[in-house]
């Protein structure tokens, strides 16, 4: 359930209305099914090497020791710092939700109430994450299974009234409105729906048999993908045609109404639509803000381990809890938090820029560490009958992956060059996290004076995992 819910956030519930606007209903899917396609061979990089090494921070572990330490240090870094500042989004966003029932209550409370209510869910015990993000998962995946339902209901005529068919695809200069360009900037914004899916790397290295239950999820993947996107975003298309003037508010939270899934509901005669969305999205930002502090704080906790934060960041609780990796997670959250509200924002503004290309960097990081993986595995003699679960169509996977990511990093910002003269305000806000992650990378390898690992000396015993007698 973790796995699922972390690869469903407010992206579908809001975002899919205005991709398929500025895409067309064929453009959506297309963007999507490649996206979700690359998730899927991340996936399955990622499945490989958390069942043979499941450890908490395993993003910032395996690019250490299978590439080169300066660049898990990068990765760990920029990883913590991307959540510790999602946690403010989310629980700003979470205020805004609560306004839509009570416009008149102060914000900063309930940003407050949720800070301390995520605090609390993670200090008690990672039982008590796991629990919560089943149940929050559960939400979201309900409610895409009955959207799926009454849409092809209404499809065939039995909801809603007359049979829509697939009028909606032939409209206008659909299924592609926008042309190909129009798809490649959908991609952009699908890459974004997908950020979190990694999150059952993280929690592999607190699983009671990863062997048996990671490579379960990670085979749920390509199933996920077709049904709540894919599926999801061809019944929006079949429904709403993309020039719907209902979907202009694309991704605003203080527009419910404006959801592709209220639409839908709304037209299918079901009442309080606009309100059951609004709990919906109101626990998937508590979904995410719970997987934020969950995924920080054990980012945090693996890079002392590794050495590369300060050694107390790794001592455990009684309950096995990182508590001062979760106390300064918090704080650093508390203060982004305070920023967006002070000073108009700015500061915080560009907080979160440099935190854009983040969950996309750590995508990279997966396809190169799972490439290294592998052949350090056969540069040191080892069979791959040892391996629990193996990643299908290796090397394609991770090299296909590699390649679409770095063209999805790198695409962020194109229209900044086909203005005319080039937006260098635009480059600048779109890309400020690249440079950064390079000066971690770098300084830390000038510092250090690390190289790369050769690939017999690569480190495939430390934290292994062992099968069950």
């Known amino acids: 359930m973790i796995s699922l819910g972390g690869a469903i956030g407010t992206g579908v519930f809001l975002a899919s209305g205005s991709i398929i606007r500025d895409a067309g209903p064929g453009g959506a899917l297309a963007a999507y099914a490649v996206i979700g396609a690359m998730v899927y061979f991340l996936m399955t990089s990622l499945g490989e090497m958390a069942t043979y090494m499941p450890v908490s921070g395993s993003f910032s572990t395996y690019a250490a020791r299978f590439v080169d330490p300066a660049l898990g240090f990068a990765f760990g870094w920029n990883y913590w710092y991307s959540w510790a500042i999602t946690i403010a989004v989310e629980i700003s966003a979470g205020a805004v939700a609560v306004g839509y029932w009570l416009p008149d209550s102060p914000s900063w409370l309930w940003s407050g109430l949720f800070l301390a209510l995520l605090f609390l869910l993670n200090a008690l015990s990672v039982k008590g994450y796991g629990e919560t993000e089943y149940w929050f998962s559960m939400i979201k995946v309900a409610t895409i299974i009955i959207f ?72 749920q993947v390509f199933w996920r993908i077709l049904l709540f996107y894919v599926l999801a975003i061809g019944v929006i298309g079949l429904l709403l045609p993309y020039d719907d003037p209902a979907l202009g508010g694309g991704g605003d939270l203080t527009d419910v109404a404006s959801s592709p899934f209220t639409i839908v509901f709304d037209k299918a005669g079901l009442a309080l639509s606009a309100s059951i969305m609004n709990a919906v999205i109101l626990s998937s930002i508590l979904s995410a803000g719970n997987s934020s502090m969950y995924a920080a704080t054990r980012m945090l906790w693996g890079l002392a381990n590794e050495g590369y934060a300060p050694k107390p960041l790794a001592r455990l609780d009684k309950r096995g809890v990182p508590l001062l990796a979760l106390l300064a997670t918090t704080v650093v ?78 695409g962020q910002n194109v229209s900044a060059f086909t203005a005319g003269a080039v937006d260098w305000e635009g480059l600048l806000v779109s890309y400020i996290g690249l440079p950064l992650f390079v000066a971690l990378w770098l300084g830390y390898k000038w510092a250090k004076r690390t190289k790369i690992v050769p690939l017999e000396q690569c480190d495939l015993e430390q934290g292994r995992s062992v099968p069950d007698r």
């Open 148 to 219: 799926i339902v009454v849409g092809l209901l209404m499809i065939v005529g039995i909801m809603g009234g007359e049979p829509v068919g697939f009028s909606h695809f032939t409209h206008g200069d659909a299924p592609f409105h926008g042309g190909w360009l129009a798809v490649f900037g959908a991609m952009m914004v699908a890459g974004f729906s997908f950020l979190g899916s990694e999150l059952v790397g993280v929690a592999a290295g607190e699983t009671d048999d990863p062997r048996r239950t990671v490579p379960k999820a990670i085979r």
């Open 333 to 410: 959250g508390c203060f982004a938090f305070l920023a967006s509200r002070y000073g108009e924002g700015a500061v915080f503004t560009w907080l979160l820029n440099a935190s854009g290309l983040s969950g996309f960097l750590i995508w990279l990081g997966i396809a190169i560490s799972h490439y290294r993986f592998r052949r350090a595995f056969k540069a040191q003699g080892k069979s791959l009958d040892e391996l629990p679960y193996k990643a299908r169509w290796f090397p394609f996977g991770p090299l296909f992956a590699f390649a679409l990511c770095s063209i999805v990093i790198l």
